[in-house]
């Protein structure tokens, strides 16, 4: 079946800027995260979705990033004003319990801002 | 709080060199422990898994063996391939069911024929 897909696959943008990056997770699973890829920091929890509750918003880095899931599938993830260290790559996940709970990964979004 | 730590890269080997990536990790409770590769031009994927203490995980020809003594959770492989060259991540969740990862900061292996 169809795997996590994420859009656009690259996206460069000037410092200041909004940007949007799509999330479709693999049809049926109830979980959807976002994570951060940065050079020297890793991966990074960013925001998780599961069901219809309240998303974990703990790992989001400052109160200019935002996501919300529509329908309990797609999801968008916003960044406002962006700032340099935003450049990244942007990583969406979806899991379920039918899959033993393993998290399946999109192939990203890198993020550069000018 | 939760964390995981590896060892710095990059590697380099030989092909049919032995291959051990350290992991350690910090967490309350038992948590889930797991391997992550990303090959190059490819998205992230799991490698292999291990739950509970003394479990291992083994996918590839890899192994791991979840050791709450030492909290460790170290990647080995007895030969490694060229096709094996990848950046391997660490990680744990720390409660069972769908819940987010905490990564390491990834240990790069390049293989040489």
């Known amino acids: 079946g169809a795997g996590v897909s994420q859009s656009p696959s690259n996206k460069v943008t000037e410092k200041g800027k909004d940007v949007e990056l799509r999330c479709d997770p693999i049809?049926?699973?109830?979980?959807l995260y976002w994570y951060r890829q940065s050079l020297g920091q890793g991966l990074e929890f960013l925001i998780y979705?599961?069901?219809?509750?309240?998303?974990?918003k703990s790992g989001l880095p400052s109160d200019r990033f935002s996501a919300e899931r529509t329908g309990g599938s797609v999801s968008t993830l916003t960044i406002q004003r962006t700032q340099q260290e935003d450049s990244a790559v942007y990583l969406c996940?979806?899991?379920?319990?039918?899959?033993?709970?393993?998290?399946?990964f999109g192939p990203g979004t890198r993020l550069t801002v000018t | 709080g939760n964390s995981v730590t590896q060892m710095e890269g990059p590697v380099t080997l030989s092909e049919e060199a032995f291959l051990t990536i350290n992991c350690t990790y910090t967490?309350?409770?038992?948590?889930?422990l797991f391997w992550y590769v990303q090959y190059p031009g490819e998205g992230l994927q799991l490698l292999l898994k291990?739950?509970?203490?003394?479990d291992k995980g083994s996918n590839k020809g890899f192994e791991a063996t979840y050791r709450k003594e030492t909290t460790s959770f170290h990647l080995e492989k007895g030969s490694v391939q060229v096709s094996d060259s990848a950046v391997y991540f660490c990680?744990?969740?720390?409660?069972?069911?769908?819940?987010?990862?905490?990564f390491g900061k990834g240990t790069r292996l390049s293989v040489i024929a």
């Open positions: 996940a979806s899991s379920s319990n039918r899959d033993s709970y393993e998290q399946y």
């Open positions: 049809s049926g699973h109830t979980a």
């Open positions: 979705f599961q069901g219809n509750s309240a998303p974990d």
């Open positions: 967490a309350t409770g038992y948590p889930s």
């Open positions: 291990a739950t509970k203490a003394d």
């Open positions: 990680a744990l969740s720390a409660l069972s069911g769908n819940t987010p990862l905490v």
